[in-house]
């Protein structure tokens, strides 16, 4: 699974892969999320940094993963949303919800990501993308 590192670092991370702004920006309207969401998606979406006296594309690398992990994994996605949903319903419980919401919360959301990915995991080759993802993560982190 590991990549080995080599000693010679690359000073370049080169992301030609990844879709233009306009692509994500009309995948980002598509998606079923409040005005001021899409906004600030749109921001990030723009968001770049200057390394090594290079221009990267940060926000649109972020987008691009997050689209790509929802697509990938849904069942995942939807229990992230409704253990987070749940989670602020409990917690906006007067008085109780100050007690239960930090006990409860984490817990809920534990469980609700869990049951999503197992989920995921019988419907596809998760082990696979884990893999995937991992050895696309340790390279990113070599060239660094």
Known sequence: MGVEMSEEVPAVLEWSDLPNRRELGRKLDQLALPADAKVLMGRLLSTTANVAGRLLDVGRSIIDFVLGMMKRY??????????????????????????????????????????????????????????LFSAKLDAALCRV
């Open 74 to 131: 849904p069942g995942t996605t939807l229990g992230l949303i409704v253990g987070m949903t749940v989670t602020a319903l409990i917690g906006s419980i007067p008085l109780l919800g100050f007690i239960l919401g930090p006990l409860v919360g984490p817990l809920l959301t534990a469980f609700t990501i869990t049951s999503g990915a197992l989920s995921d995991m019988r419907n596809s080759t998760i082990e696979r993308q884990i893999d």
